[in-house]
């Protein structure tokens, strides 16, 4: 996975990258998942929609329906699979595995604070603050 852990003074700073906007967001939910805890297994699947008025908005929604849902429902999240997204209407459904048990970490919250997309070199890299 692509992604790297930046340096911030308090919250969690994560960077993912990939060939197209799918990876970099599958990278990034892969680095906040690091965080969260270790899943040995990927056997619980949990499928999540988001839309926003634009794509900053749909992203930090996404990430926060994810954090919600991982928190509610006990599970350690694994990875994170892009099924579909729509960037006219801003529009993303994924899937997330894992397994039941308790986050190691809690993370509180995605922020628009620091967030960023960027697409250089032919590469996409997000960039997101997580309040922990």
Not at 46 to 67: A, N, P, Q, R, T
């Amino acid at each position: 996975m692509d992604y790297s852990i930046l340096e911030h003074t308090s919250d969690l700073y994560i960077e993912g990258r990939g060939d197209n906007l799918e990876n970099a967001l599958e990278n990034l939910a892969f680095g906040m998942f690091q965080s969260m805890g270790n899943a040995n297994k990927s056997d619980l699947k949990i499928k999540i929609k988001s839309k926003g008025y634009d794509l900053e908005i749909m992203i930090v929604e996404l990430f926060s329906k994810i954090i919600s849902e991982c928190e509610s429902e006990s599970v350690i999240p694994k990875k994170m699979k892009v099924l579909s997204l729509n960037q006219k209407k801003n529009e993303i459904e994924i899937e997330i595995s894992g397994e039941k048990g308790f986050l190691e970490n809690i993370i509180k919250a995605a922020t628009y604070h620091l967030f960023s997309i960027e697409k250089k070199n032919n590469q996409y890299i997000v960039r997101m603050l997580f309040d922990i």
